[in-house]
């Protein structure tokens, strides 16, 4: 069976740092996203990773300030959250998958943040700025 653990969540000060991290098994998947959601909001894509292509995409309230990247020795992605804010609160999930909306054109066009995309899911890991 595909499992997605999500490690790495906890409390921060703004301004601070936090990396998540998400192990996969039962398959190495190319693809990888970041989920995050706030209470009484919907669930918004952070970010994701092309590792066939090396393309990663941001949602503009992370851009500058979050990193994606994979250690595939290791089949892990992290999301390194820097310059932490408020808003930044919230539960984060990790999602894997093989769809075409993960990856190429359609994830240029913003596929990858949308739930749809991406067909397994961690049980996410709570990240609380303060």
């Known amino acids: 069976d595909v499992q997605l653990v999500e490690s790495g969540g906890g409390s921060a000060l703004a301004g601070g740092s936090v990396r998540l991290s998400c192990t996969a098994s039962g398959y190495t998947f190319n693809t990888y996203s970041w989920f995050r959601q706030a209470p009484g909001k919907e669930r918004e894509g952070v970010a994701a990773?092309?590792?066939?292509?090396?393309?990663?995409y941001y949602a503009d309230s992370v851009k500058g300030r979050f990193t994606i990247y994979r250690d595939s020795a290791k089949n892990t992605v992290y999301l390194q959250m820097n310059s932490l804010k408020l808003e930044d609160t919230g539960m984060y999930y990790c999602a894997a998958g093989t769809t075409s909306f993960c990856r190429g054109s359609y994830a240029r066009g913003g596929s990858w943040a949308r739930e749809y995309a991406w067909s397994y899911w961690g049980q996410g890991t709570q990240v609380t700025v303060s």
């Open positions: 990773i092309d590792t066939g292509d090396g393309s990663t």
